[in-house]
Structures are given as C-alpha cells and as structure tokens.
C-alpha cells in the first residue's frame, strides 16, 4: 500500500509553502523521522521529517516548485513490489482521486481567505503614488522601519528573535543585515527587564522600536508601559517624553489559545500617555507605523498575525504617513454605521456585501485605525447620517472600545439615534483551544449581519 | 582613591548638611499638612550620595528610587524648587504633578525619583544603553534600594548590563529594612552585591556611613564602568534614621540599633575630619550650619508661598 506525503502545516496560520528542496529521491528508502525536504514558508525554511516509512515511489513536485497549498499530497512511498501493481491498477482513479482532494483543499483555502476581503478602500484608489505591486502587510511594515531607520539613526528596534532569526513572524527580515547588531537587537526572553531598558533609552533621546513577538508577553512588561513609559512625562511636568513604539501582534492567531490569543486593544486604550494604533491593511499599515515611529510619545501598535499575509497595494513614498487619530471611512453608507478596527474590518467588509445583497442595506464602515485618540467625530458624523450603530472588535465585550463609542454616541447623538447600538465581541471566556470552540468566540460575518438586521428592525 | 582638595571637604559638609535640613524641614511641612501623600526621607543616608556625588562627571546620568529629595539635592538642583514640588505647586520640578516620590531634571541628567519598586533599575540600564549607543564616554548610576534587591526585573536589568556591557553602575542603598522588614527576613542571602555574580558583574560592600569609604569605592566602581568593562555593583551599608515613610514609626527596629547608628553620624564624621585636618574653623562651620538653615527656611517659605498649579495644567503634559 502506498501512502501520500502532504503537504505540511508548519505553523499554525500556514495555508501554502514552497519546495525549496527535496533531500530524498525516487527509489531512497526512507525511515520514519528521516529528513524529507526543506519546505519555505512565508516565515521561515523548515526541514520535514518522514513520519511514514517505505520506499519513495514519486515525487509529485519538482525542487523550487512555489505555493503548494498545505494537505497537498508532495510524495509517495510505498512498498516497491506493490509499486507496479499500484501504478498499473489505478493511475486514472488515482489522479481523479488526487484532484479531488486538491480542490478540496483549495475550496477551503479559498473559504478562510475570504473571510480577509483584499479590495482597496475608496480612499487608497484616490492616492496616486499607489503601488502597482501589491505588498503583505508583513513587508509594508519591515519597509516602514527599515525607512525611518535609514532616516534617524537614534531609531533602533529590538526584541525576542528579531535580528538573527529574522523575527518570529519574519517582520524584521533583513533588518539585520542592513542596520547591524547595534541597532537591531535580540534580547533574552525577559520583558520586564528590557522593555525597561528600552523605556530608559527612549528617556534619555532614543527611538527604540521594540517588538513583542505577541502581545500577550507585553503582560510580563506591563508596569513599564503603564507607571514608567506613559506617566513620566506626565509625573515631570512636561520635561520628559517617551518616544518609543511597542509592537507586534495582537489578537487571536489560530488555535493557540487562551494565553497566546488576547486583545489588548480596549486594555492600552484606557490609559492617559499612550497612543494606541491597530492597522488592517498593508497600505494603513505603513502609514500609520510612520507615524508611530515619528510621534514623540510611546505608541501601542497592535498588529495581527493573521493579516500578516494579507497583500495590498501601498504608497511607497517615504514620507508618506496617515495621522495618529483619524478614522478612515472605508465604505461610504446611508443605512448603518459599522465602526471596526484591525482583522474585523475584512469581516465587516464582508458582512457589508452580504448586507446589501440579502437585505438591501448599505452600511458605512468606518476603520478607527487609531484607538487612541479616538476620532469621535468621524463616528458622530456618520451615526447623524445612517442613524444606526454597531460596533465590532476582537475584543472581550466589558469595556471594550465599542463599550466607549456606544458611550459617547448615546452622549453626543442621542438624538439621532432610530435603535439602541449594538456590540459585536468576542465571546466573554478566556480564548479555547478547539477550532469548532474558537470560532464560536471569534466574531463572525454571521454576527454582523445579525447585529446588522436587529439595527436596522429586520427579523 | 580620588584625592580630595580642601574645599571637597566642604562641599561634602555642605551638601550633607544641606540634605539633613531639607528632609527635617519637609517632615516639618509634612506634619503642617502643607506636603501630603508619600514623603520618604534621606536623614541618615546622606554620605552615600554625597560620596557617589564627588566621583561624579556633570554629563553622567542618575536615576533613583522614591527616596530621592537628597540625591536632586547632590545633584545640584535648587531645594527651593524641590521643595515646591513637594507642596505641589507649580514651581515644583514637575509643576506639582509629580510629588515626592517622582521627580525629574532633564537639564541635570536626573531621570528620577521613580515610585514602583525595581522599576529604575530596567530604565537606568536603558540609559546606560544610551550613553553606549551614542558613543558617549559617560555612565548611568542607578540606585537601588534593599527591597528591590528581591524583584525580578533587578535581574533581569543586570543580565542585559552584562550581555551588553553596558556602563552602568548598580547602588544598591542597603539601609536595612524594606519598609517595615528587614533584609534577613527578605532576602536568602545577605551579601546583596554578590547578587551580580552569576552574570559575572562585580560587586563589592562598603561603609555607607562613611563618606570616605564611599568615595573611595564609587571611584574605582566608576573607573571600571567608564573603560567600558560593563556593569559593576556597589551595596552601600546605611541606615535611615526615620521611618519608611512619614507614616512609619518605625516600630519594627529598636532604640538602641538607631542610637547605635547615630554614634556613626556620616556628617559628624566629616566634620571631625575638617576640624582635624584644620581644614575650617569651628566658627566656619557654625557659619555653613547657619547658611545652610537660612537657604532650607527659605527654599520652605518659596514652596509655601508658590501659587498651585493653575486648573487648566490638569490636561497638559499627557502627550508631547
């Protein structure tokens, strides 16, 4: 009997991989464990291990062969003196049975992508320096730094894994390279300890730019960020500024549970001193990482794992930057105000498509961008048009961002409000492990459009 | 060891003397409700500081603990505007905003008066940092006291020092108690300097009561910093003669270990030595004494009289 070698996921969010280099041939006999290929993905070049034994009777992909979605079948091993037989009994069913599978594959890459709807805003179309190629979002934000590091040489960044391995998420690739170990630092696992570090630099006229390789480390670091890196301007009377950003991703990734999948966006929003900023499109993304980088206060730029991958087109222009503070109107709307930040907007965007298909309803959706400070006025505006309001976050519900917009829209706009706002969060339990159970505590499209229909009084 | 001139011994005497004034006359305004919230004193500690202060370069940085009205005192800030920050009014180092326990001066290279327990020693080493990425020939001294010695970011702090040999110099201000408990009742271990020693930073312990020993040591510590050998750490024996803080009346310690103390007054020992070398006469000193009186009564009438800070300064200040 013959057994296919697939495709491995080699993290969690991996959807495809290329083949950089198979390190067996046709006819080798393998033994569980050996070293089969090196398999290149958007992160990093991974050996794989046999976890079957046998003879290999094909290689399905030639070396150098790009994009291979994960559970693709890549080699086959077997029994050599089954092999004739297996290839003279079935090669036409085999194949039938092989894209079978490969279209399965495909239709449920093609599911998981669509859930990141990659269009540009009205507002990117505008823009005339716009990139023809399209970027990820990962890379917009290694240019980004690598162009202020080439500016400003008091602009450093350091963290866990971000210089010799390139970072976890590969978001510093090159940096290294360019800028030297002196301005591109890898620390010991220990937050606490050089986050201060990085606040006293910041202190004393650096500009550092440290990474957390998730944000649910910058828990061990908490102090530094809150008591010393917001307030000490504040406690010196106006002598001493923080120009520091703390980034990385933030949120849910896929699957690695309660610890390593929290949003901290209404956590950092809270607090006097910092400024807090979650992009969602590579193009938003460099904007705003500029202005992070610039500004002379400690900036929270909460990234998202998951939109690491996702590519747009950007505005290459180094000097091109998007305020800290305003809102972007995604999609203009008359009949409800969708108000969403970060990974949400793709699923508020598609839950807008589905709005106007199924119900006939244009939403607006506003993408905050920045947290804090909050662009208030860009909400009200919009609220006093559509009259109807719900919010979606990642975050948990209880004093979520969307807890302080429905505050101030009750507030300022009491009046035009035709029904009450609505929230759209996570569910209220730490984050689970099992997929059929995170999906349930992840915001859906489905959420929305319910959200949605309840504003606007549809049954 | 560094080699004092005559007037050294003056300034040691003065700036000492000057801390003790300052920190009785704060507990005076404390007591009148004119400085409120947390006032932790120097009385006691004084030639720890100013021992550090005589080996100290103008662009060295330093940055302290809550306990920190003496070392802006050695620093050269004025007391009247130290003073004033303890009464919260707008002429305080931080118009008022920042109290006791968090005061800054950029101008001075002081980056604190730092209220969280450890947390200067990450910022100092950040500093320290700093001074290396520029190229600079200067050092962080960064004080710590006993109770910080069991907090986790301290060592965390030390391994990035050694890892990256940054110049910083570690003080740790043993003076006994951590608020109400005492370092054998908090540390496993009692030789806090040695507490470097698996990342390979030296340390050594000294007489804190004594300025010459600090002099002496912070010369040498501050050599090896300044040459680039990395980190090095000095545990400074000392004692305060108040309380933790104003509310602390120090219960937990006896009379006699604070008399015993006091036998050792670091500003009595100065003296001696001044009128033993015959550096000043007795009514030179007595002139100092009265000087010094004159300019605290004076720095506490300009925080008593210097307006608070106007309504609208509660939203500035938060962002650059």
């Keep these: ?459 | 060891m560094k080699k004092l001139q005559k007037a050294d011994y003056i300034k040691m005497y003065s700036f000492m003397l000057k801390i003790r004034r300052f920190e009785e006359r704060a507990a005076q305004l404390y007591g009148m409700g004119k400085i409120g919230g947390f006032c932790h004193l120097y009385i006691g500690q004084e030639a720890v500081v100013v021992g550090i202060l005589m080996t100290i370069d103008k662009n060295d940085s330093v940055v302290t603990t809550y306990r920190d009205h003496g070392h802006m005192i050695a620093r050269g800030l004025d007391p009247k505007r130290i003073m004033a920050e303890l009464t919260g009014r707008e002429d305080g180092y931080s118009a008022g905003k920042g109290g006791s326990m968090h005061m800054f001066s950029k101008e001075n290279n002081f980056y604190g008066g730092h209220g969280i327990v450890g947390a200067q020693v990450p910022i100092g080493t950040g500093i320290a940092f700093t001074h290396k990425y520029n190229g600079e020939k200067n050092i962080c001294r960064t004080y710590i006291g006993d109770g910080a010695m069991n907090n986790g970011q301290v060592f965390e702090a030390f391994n990035l020092a050694a890892l990256w040999k940054l110049p910083v110099l570690y003080i740790i201000e043993n003076n006994k108690y951590g608020m109400g408990t005492s370092v054998d009742r908090a540390a496993a271990g009692l030789d806090l300097y040695k507490r470097g020693e698996a990342f390979g930073i030296p340390g050594e312990k000294v007489d804190g009561m004594n300025v010459f020993s600090v002099i002496e040591a912070a010369d040498k510590a501050g050599k090896y910093v300044r040459e680039g050998n990395g980190p090095y750490i000095i545990e400074v024996q000392t004692y305060r003669y108040r309380g933790h803080s104003m509310s602390d009346p120090a219960k937990y310690r006896t009379k006699e270990e604070l008399d015993n103390y006091k036998q050792t007054d670091p500003i009595e020992i100065v003296k001696a030595e001044i009128l033993k070398k015959k550096i000043a006469t007795n009514d030179e000193i007595e002139k100092i004494n009265k000087d010094t009186l004159e300019e605290i009564k004076n720095a506490a009438e300009f925080a008593t009289n210097s307006p608070f800070p106007k309504d609208s300064e509660l939203h500035t200040d938060v962002y650059l």
């Design chain 1, 1 to 459: 009997m013959s057994t296919e070698i697939l495709m491995p996921a080699l993290s969690p969010t991996m959807t495809e991989g290329n083949l950089s280099k198979w390190l067996i041939k046709k006819g080798d006999t393998i033994k569980a464990g050996d070293l089969i290929a090196e398999i290149e993905t958007d992160k990093a070049t991974m050996e794989v291990e046999a976890v079957d034994e046998g003879v290999v009777l094909d290689l399905l992909f030639k070396e150098g062969e790009a994009k291979i979605p994960v559970n693709k079948a890549i080699a086959i091993i077997g029994d050599p003196n089954e092999k004739v037989e297996v290839k003279k009994e079935a090669p036409i069913e085999k194949v039938i049975e092989e894209k079978k599978i490969e279209k399965n594959i495909e239709t449920k890459i093609e599911n998981k992508k669509a859930d990141i709807i990659d269009t540009p805003s009205p507002k990117i179309e505008e823009d005339r320096n716009l990139s023809s190629e399209e970027i990820t979002m990962r890379q917009a934000l290694r240019d980004t730094m690598a162009e202020e590091m080439r500016k400003d040489n008091k602009v450093f960044i350091l963290g866990e894994e971000v210089a010799e391995y390139q970072g976890a998420y590969k978001v510093t690739q090159g940096l290294l390279e360019e800028f030297g170990k002196e301005r591109v630092l890898d620390t010991p696992i220990s937050e606490h300890g050089f986050t201060g570090l990085a606040v006293g630099a910041a202190f004393k006229g650096l500009r550092p730019i440290l990474e957390f390789m998730t944000f649910n480390f910058s828990m061990q670091a908490i102090d530094q960020i809150i008591n010393s890196a917001a307030k000490t301007l504040y406690m010196s009377g106006g002598q001493i500024n923080c120009p520091i950003v703390f980034r990385g991703p933030n949120g849910a990734a896929a699957q690695v549970a309660a610890q390593h999948s929290q949003d901290f966006s209404s956590w950092y929003s809270q607090v006097p001193g910092l400024k807090v900023i979650a992009p969602s499109t590579p193009y938003n993304a460099k904007g705003l990482l500029r202005s992070a980088i610039s500004d002379p206060n400690p900036v929270i730029f909460l990234e998202n794992e998951i939109l690491y991958g996702l590519k747009g087109p950007v505005n290459n222009d180094i000097n091109f930057s998007i305020p800290i503070g305003k809102a972007n109107i995604e999609k203009e709307g008359k009949d409800l105000t969708i108000v969403t930040y970060s990974i949400m907007l793709q699923k508020s965007k598609e839950a807008a498509l589905r709005l106007k298909e199924e119900y006939n309803l244009d939403a607006e959706i506003i993408d905050l961008q920045t947290l804090r400070p909050l662009d208030t006025e860009t909400i009200l505006n919009s609220v006093k048009k559509t009259n109807r309001l719900i919010t979606v976050e990642e975050s948990w519900p209880i004093g979520s961002v969307g807890s302080e917009i429905a505050n101030i829209v009750q507030r300022d706009a009491f009046d035009y409000l035709d029904s009450p706002v609505i929230k759209v969060n996570s569910a209220d339990v730490p984050m689970p492990y099992s997929l059929s159970l995170e999906k349930l505590y992840l915001p859906q499209v489905d959420d929305i459009i319910n959200a949605a229909k309840k504003v606007s009084y549809i049954k």
